[in-house]
């Protein structure tokens, strides 16, 4: 009986070795996945096993020797298939397969001939064990003779390969938390849980999405149109089209929080270019984030769409083959040129395919920077180089151009170079919040370097600059450290006050003025068009023009706190903004029921796919 399972599971341990090791080869020469310490290392190396001892597995359940040679063959053949399709497309796109992408026709028109040109004499090699095993099967050496296997035998197989894989997802936490829940980057995905994992991980998110996507047929919108055109705030006229045809700049500005502006830590200013800017600009002081576990890219979203992000989730992940109305393709309908600009991977948060989705001409990303040791820190290229060289891009350009730029420095865990040092750090207990101050303070000389350059450049006249934070840098997990900052308790309503974020728009020869409208990321896009004269009555939109007489003093929250002009809403308590005490909770409900519906109504939109029914150009009739 001993001799029964050698036998059987030494073929399935030559297939998998095979496969296991070919993957880990791969990984190591054919994709550009940086390796940072020894952990990551060996989560690299074990990743591929898991899934593969499960697929190879099956063979134990087979009775006649031929069935289970021709599964096994098959099956590894499939996979390496799976994993040399990989290969050509990452040479290619230098980025793994996704389901979303493999739909969206535009990425294969741009694929088409060129494919060839990707296959390579000596991928022969990707196929080698295969041929090996082949003949191993074919010779049938003593060691692949076939018995039946025990069921207890078979059970400890399949325990191993299942405790193996979470081993490895349970050092991919420890390496990278929160990553599954998140979904941030697929080239981390891949890193930590393994390319054949990642296919399967894929693919139960987008068929959770298209499953909700076929039920949806349209009929919703009716409400929803009612909703937001009774919801439209018309624009003011006289900032209807003041900066009119020009271009747009607008910054999404990392983790920064509104309580720095015109603040000082140690008596030294923190953010001395974007006071000044601000006071020169149209200036939202109630303005918050809206953003859910998408962080950056929900701001993104957001702004782009006027729609919230998903409760749980990256919708730049989950959805980024829906149809969606953005601002870029608005502005593309009105003659610009529409790029965002970043210096990271471009597969973190799917930008690469979801800025397709959103109908972006060009994303500069990091391939399109010069970025090395020395202008690098913390989580890449220093804001500084970054903006200096988007300056260079955008001489480049055709005029009216829309770029949207997303800084990097000022990010967790906020490390900064001495050099880059301008402010002393904050003197608490938490490293975090000290040295977020000075990473704030750097971000800040980098934006007054950077309108620096577009006055040299010329640009500066001509555009409408916009700073927006993308969502908080400090978490409630350093609360203690706040409290001692801001001298007071870190209460549920102070909390959410810091969640305001800043919001400035700059247009040349418009006066600055400081807006108190209360509002959030929902709402950047009917302004800024209105301030670029375009119209949005026609647009599906959740958000409102902030300089609207319209406009209702409203910030709803991704998970379900609200502040309106005289209220916060948080932790079931509705507190009084004067007295920043909780009160009677009737002061909260009117806003309570329309802060509810405007997730639900985002939350449909998202999941049944209902920009594809909507025609903006029927008179808000949808299209089929
Ligand atoms: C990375 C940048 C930062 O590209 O968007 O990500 P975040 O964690 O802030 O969402
Ligand atoms: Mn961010």
Redesign the pocket.
């Known amino acids: 009986m001993k001799g029964t399972l050698r036998n059987n599971v030494t073929l399935i341990a030559v297939a998998v070795l095979f496969l296991w090791l070919k993957t880990y080869i791969t990984y190591k020469t054919s994709f550009h996945m940086d390796i940072e310490n020894t952990l990551q290392e060996i989560i690299l190396f074990i990743n591929p096993l898991s899934f593969i001892m499960l697929a190879l597995g099956i063979s134990l359940l087979f009775k006649s020797e031929k069935a289970r040679n021709r599964y096994i063959m098959i099956t590894s053949f499939a996979l390496t298939i799976l994993l040399y399709a990989n290969v050509v497309f990452y040479r290619f796109f230098n980025d793994f397969i996704t389901l979303p992408l493999l739909f969206q026709t535009s990425n294969f028109g741009d694929l088409g001939n060129s494919v060839t040109e990707e296959f390579k004499w000596y991928d022969i090699f990707y196929f080698a064990d295969l041929i090996l095993l082949a003949i191993i099967l074919k010779v049938k050496p003593k060691f692949v003779s076939f018995h039946s296997v025990t069921k207890t035998n078979r059970r400890a197989y399949f325990l191993t390969a299942i405790a193996i894989l979470f081993l490895n997802l349970g050092l991919a936490e420890i390496e990278r938390p929160q990553l599954l829940t998140r979904t941030?980057d697929r080239e981390m995905l891949v890193k930590n849980i393994g390319t054949f994992n990642y296919h399967i991980y894929d693919i139960v998110l987008q068929s959770k999405s298209s499953a909700q996507r076929a039920l949806a047929d349209g009929s919703e919108l009716a409400d929803i149109e009612n909703y937001t055109d009774a919801n439209y705030a018309k624009p003011n006229d006289d900032l209807f089209g003041v900066a009119k045809g020009k271009n747009l700049i607008l910054v999404s500005v990392?983790?920064t929080q509104e309580f720095v502006i015109n603040n000082k830590v140690n008596g030294q200013e923190i953010t001395p270019f974007m006071n000044q800017f601000a006071k020169e600009s149209l200036y939202f002081n109630n303005f918050y984030h809206q953003t859910g576990q998408?962080?950056?890219?929900?701001a993104e979203f957001l702004v782009e769409n006027s729609l919230y992000p998903l409760s749980r989730g990256a919708v730049f992940f989950t959805h980024s083959g829906n149809k969606f109305n953005s601002m870029a393709k608005s502005l593309d309908e009105n003659g610009y040129y529409t790029n965002a600009m970043?210096a990271?991977?471009k597969s973190?948060?799917n930008?690469d395919i979801m800025y397709k989705s959103l109908g972006y001409e060009r994303f500069y990303e990091v391939g399109d920077y010069d970025v090395n040791e020395e202008n690098s820190v913390n989580?890449g290229m220093k804001d500084i180089p970054f903006l200096e060289q988007s300056v260079e891009h955008m001489k480049d350009m055709p005029q009216p151009f829309y770029s949207k730029l997303?800084t990097?420095t000022n990010?967790?865990p906020f490390y900064y170079d001495e050099e880059d040092k301008l402010i002393d750090e904050f003197t608490s207990q938490d490293g975090t919040v000290n040295r977020y101050f000075v990473t704030v303070r750097y971000t800040d000389e980098a934006l007054k370097h950077f309108v620096e350059q577009l006055k040299a450049s010329g640009l500066y006249e001509n555009s409408m600059i916009v700073l927006y934070g993308?969502?908080y840098g400090i978490s409630e997990n350093h609360d203690k450290a706040m409290s001692e900052y801001l001298g007071k308790e870190v209460t549920p309503f102070v909390s959410t006050q810091l969640q305001k974020v800043p919001f400035m728009v700059h247009i040349p020869g418009v006066e600055g003025r400081v807006i108190e409208s209360v509002g959030g990321q929902v709402d950047v896009r009917p302004t800024l068009l209105h301030l670029l004269g375009i119209n949005t009555k026609d647009d599906l939109q959740l958000g409102q023009d902030l300089l609207s007489a319209d406009h209702e003093n409203l910030a709803v929250f991704r998970d379900g706190r609200f502040v309106t002009k005289d209220y916060v809403y948080a932790d079931n308590k509705c507190w009084d903004k004067n007295t920043e005490q909780p009160t009677d909770k009737k002061y909260c409900e009117p806003a309570m029921e329309k802060a509810s519906t405007e997730l639900n109504y985002s939350d449909q939109i998202i999941y049944g796919d209902l920009l594809r029914f909507y025609d903006p150009n029927s008179a808000k009739k949808p299209a089929q």
Do not use: A, M, P, V
């Open positions: 941030f990392e983790s998408g962080k950056t890219s929900d970043h990271n991977n973190f948060w930008r989580w997303l990097l990010h967790h993308d969502h």
